[in-house]
């Protein structure tokens, strides 16, 4: 495993106690990578670690899942059934996409996670867990709850301790490494030529980490037997057509100075490329997206009509069909310089 260091050091400290464990990221990001390292780094090592994906159950298996059910509890349970709860006792629970749990299934957990006690399904005798507890969301929990559509008091017992992992996008120092540590695991001897980490690194990567291990198990595959160093040609055509539109502070200043016509072919593009990926695609980031666009569209329009107009703020207005005081707002609320 691999990952930014300085998370790894701190959940290595907190893997050894014994705490419940919230971890964010967006798909692919490696949650379960880092909630494995968890247990293996606690003294629950040697005790079971087992995961239960809280989205991809229905609500009645979840419970049975979760909680195990007595012999002729329901049609069908034709002999008893340990829970993971009960299996995980000692262990770890890991619940990946806790954000997708029903409320009723939540108002279940909260009970186990304040007692400690739960019941099979159909079952009498109070039985107790002592697993620990990591949850992983790809959605922000603080968030849903405001919406309500998670409680409150179940955020605040899963979320002692949160780890965020950034997305690979955010963290593109990190893809040289991450490639190397792929080809090592792979036990492959090629290397990907520079201007192929280039490319890599101007993706977007909604899957993040899963993505980039298929595109190098990919280019691998297809190199073989060919040469020994993977140029940008046996890379997917989505990586080589996509530009970020998210960079550091810096080169995002960069950006601005890009004329407005390659800034928009280069929106067009990199919504294009996520459009047509067959990986999961944030929405929210999307519409950030959008909203970005935005301000980049009324700042280019109204610097060019001040250009045409030489500054002629009143007759820049006119032009653009807004009040003056909207265009002072504009170019003071977007960015714009203000001295023209
Ligand atoms: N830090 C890492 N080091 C090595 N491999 C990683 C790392 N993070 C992710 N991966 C790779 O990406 C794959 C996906 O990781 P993982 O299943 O942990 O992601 P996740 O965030 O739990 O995704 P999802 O939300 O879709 O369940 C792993 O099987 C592994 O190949």
Redesign the pocket.
Known sequence: ????SDLLKFAYKIAKKNVNVL?E????????????FIHSASMRYDHPFVGV?CGAVSETLLESELFGYEKGAFTGAVKEKKGIFEIANRGTLFL??IGEASLATQVKLLRVLETGEYMRVGGETVRKTNARIIA?T?VNLAKAVEERNFREDLLYRLDVVKLT?PPLRERLEDLPL?VE??LK?LNISMTFSEDSIACMRQYYWP???????NVVKRAVTLAEGETAVITPSYLPEKLKVSLPLKRADDEQDKKKELDFEVYLQQWVTHVLSMWRSNE?VDLEYVLSLVREMEVEMSRSFIMKTLKETIGNRKEAAERLNITVRKLRYLLKEKGSDSKL
């Open positions: 495993m691999l990952i930014y971890i990221g967006e798909t692919g990001t490696g949650k379960e990578v880092l909630a494995h994906n990946d996409e992983a790809h992992i991450l540590y792929f695991k899957g993040n980490v899963r993505e980039l291990f999961k």
